[in-house]
């Protein structure tokens, strides 16, 4: 599984645009790029995946680098209920999901 | 709710103590995971079943530990002798079968303390 670094901490102000970065260089060809969130205490949830394209859906849209060696998160309008940990995860056809460190995100009121 | 369920949502038992855990998947669902995640760490993969065959266990999951999934559909998560590095909170997730990548849908947890 490709190793991940995303920043430890990020704070966003409620109503602007989150965007979460995650480093993923060692990714490779059949591995997609998926996004889960953990709020304190709870399940982590999905958020999006995808391979190569940009994606969208109704929670967020993932931006992946060309090169597919990065790729970034967004949340249009975060909101309080968005303060989370967010996880950058490549997974193969295996199926297990690695989890790293992940990014604290905080949304300010 | 058609989500993923699991039971007890909490825990406490006493350091030696057997405890078990049920984990029912969304109903469609033929694969079915169990994580454990320590304070300030993420989930950390325990085992998989693809219908009622466990197909792979991580070395996490030690000869105290044991799952099941008798009939394909919900799943029992076994700890005999518990020690305190048990506690944690377990989570369980399920899905269908991928060819590439999948999307797994995770329950809300048991959290185990063990004292």
């Known amino acids: 599984d490709a190793k991940t670094t995303q920043p430890p901490s990020m704070d966003c102000a409620e109503g602007r645009a989150a965007n979460l970065p995650c480093n993923h260089s060692?990714?490779?060809?059949?591995?997609?790029v998926y996004w889960y969130r953990q709020i304190h205490s709870q399940g982590p949830q999905y958020i999006i995946h995808?391979?190569?394209n940009n994606e969208t859906n109704e929670m967020a849209s993932l931006i992946i680098t060309e090169d597919r060696k990065s790729s970034t998160l967004i949340l249009p309008h975060a909101t309080l209920r968005d303060t989370a940990v967010y996880y950058c995860?490549?997974?193969?056809?295996?199926?297990?999901?690695?989890f790293g460190e992940g990014t604290q995100l905080t949304v300010n009121p | 709710d058609t989500g993923v369920s699991q039971n007890p949502r909490h825990k406490i038992t006493k350091r030696g103590q057997n405890v078990t855990f049920r984990c029912d998947p969304i109903?469609?669902?033929?694969?079915l995971y169990w994580y454990r995640q320590t304070l300030g760490q993420g989930p950390e993969f325990l085992t998989y079943?693809?219908?009622?065959?466990?197909?792979?266990k991580s070395r996490l999951l030690s000869d105290r530990f044991s799952a099941e999934r008798p009939k394909g559909s919900f799943s029992t998560l076994e700890i005999q002798r518990t020690e305190q590095g048990d506690s944690a909170m377990y989570l369980c997730?399920?899905?269908?079968?991928?060819?590439?990548?999948?999307?797994?849908?995770f329950g809300p947890g048991t959290r185990l303390t063990v004292t």
């Open positions: 997730a399920s899905s269908l079968s991928e060819n590439w990548g999948g999307v797994q849908y």
């Open positions: 060692t990714i490779s060809g059949n591995e997609y």
């Open positions: 995808g391979l190569k």
């Open positions: 995860i490549p997974k193969t056809s295996g199926s297990r999901l690695t």
């Open positions: 109903s469609e669902h033929n694969r």
């Open positions: 079943f693809q219908n009622e065959a466990q197909l792979e």
